[in-house]
């Protein structure tokens, strides 16, 4: 067995370099679905992040118990009953926010990010581990559906964070921000197609960003080496 | 040995599912309540836009009959919700679905006082296109207030459609479906307790409402 990954390097792929949405492209449902403003963007990200959490978590202590033959149906069980377990949280905590989610916190049980975070990493590393790594990247994929779910909510209704109250209490109505009533917007940012442009631009603008600091620190060292290679199941 | 071992993880895997199921149980059992209140909140939170409050003293959501009229109220079975002060009935609050949204079913939620005027009309649910359908939505324009205090004789009824087929209600730009539709519906739970009269009011409570699974 190689060397098990450092902390560092786990939150680093988890939250840049291996970005399950912008790299490896996996929960494509969610993150076009309920991305049409920041507040809906951040609380999916965040029933995700418990979710992976405690999915990674439960499959690494169980994961001498399981024979191969049988994890991915455990798999499937741990993460369908913490999916059930958040979306009752939700209702009886978050009923406002529920409303407007509901249908795809459900869905998150077949994010395939899950299911391949529980098969690539847990299911090989220990439970510290396998939580580090299941925040980081529920901490990444968060990132990425408030930054799109901000994006869209601004092009099209020139507000940011609006109704964010729903969410995360009276407090966080300073948080809106708005360009005025009279922004007309573009409509496009909020249907399905805007999604997919924004996803597009996001990637893109990533991988512009690896390409700079690529260049920067080119010549002087060596890229360092390769983690793991981590087992990045199909998206499903 | 090999029947050991499928049945070890056919063990495994039955272990794992029984103590799911057992947490989400629990959990249920635990919020359950909490849930059911968050509903009955919402609801009345929804009543009380609609309703005149100081004119009632009864709950209307404890008080509520199904009604089955499909042609009118675009559902197989729809509750309805009587407001009373003391025995004098003072509103009645439908819940049609309107069949020919844009894009798919809207929920309504129609109050129509006991001189058949209407109180309010709020839209529930409903998969309108964003910036242009869903200005149904109070939240997002005033449209939907246009329909308080109007009734089957104010604007009459071959008035009743959206200005683009000669009727009185506003249409938006670029979406005259939606409305057109909801103008239409409304109309229908018009015609429904204009018919129904006083029956309404005195067909037996159901079941709290409180009780019942709202999706």
Known sequence: MSAPPSYRSIVGEGIWSNNQMLVALLGLCPLLA????????????????????????????????????????VFVLVIASFVTLVELIMQAYFYEMYLVLGLFISLIVVNCMIIGRAEAFASKNRVDRALVDGLAVGLGATLVL?????????????TIFYQADLLLGEAAKGLTISLGEDYQGALIAILPPGAFIGLGLMIALKNSIDK???????????????PAPSVETAAT | MKTKS??????????FAVTGVTLVALTHKAVDGRIADNQYQAMKRKLDTILPAQR?????????????????????????????????????????????????????????????????VRVISHHETPGLGDKIEE?????????????????????????????????????????????????????????????????????PAQAQERT
Not at chain 2, 141 to 154: M, P, Q, R, T
């Open chain 1, 146 to 158: 408030t930054t799109l779910g901000a994006l869209r909510e601004f092009v099209a209704q020139g």
């Open chain 2, 139 to 207: 939240t997002k324009s005033a449209w939907v207030l246009e329909f308080n205090g109007k009734s089957l004789h104010n604007p009459p009824l071959e008035k009743w459609g959206v200005k683009r087929d000669g009727g009185e209600f506003d249409q938006f730009t670029g979406a005259t479906i939606t409305p057109r539709s909801i103008v239409n519906a409304v109309k229908n739970a018009l015609i429904y307790v204009d018919q129904e009269g006083e029956a309404l009011f005195k067909a037996k409570p159901a079941a």
């Open chain 2, 6 to 15: 499928i049945l070890l993880a056919g063990f495994v895997l039955g272990a």
């Open chain 1, 34 to 73: 309920t991305t049409t403003s920041a507040t809906n963007g951040l609380g999916m990200g965040l029933a995700t992040t418990a979710v992976i959490a405690c999915s990674n978590g439960t499959v690494s202590l169980v994961r001498n118990l399981v024979r191969p033959e049988i994890r991915i149906p």
């Open chain 2, 56 to 120: 009632i003293d009864n709950d209307p959501l404890q008080d509520s009959v199904q009604v089955s009229a499909r042609d009118y109220l675009g559902a197989e079975t729809t509750q309805v919700y009587r407001a009373r002060k003391g025995e004098d009935p003072v509103a009645v609050v439908l819940e049609p679905v309107v069949p020919d949204g844009y894009a798919g079913p809207i929920k309504l939620l129609v109050s129509v006082m006991h001189d058949g005027t209407i109180g309010g």
């Open chain 1, 212 to 226: 700079l600091v690529k260049g920067l620190k080119a010549a002087p060292k060596p890229a360092p080496a390769a």
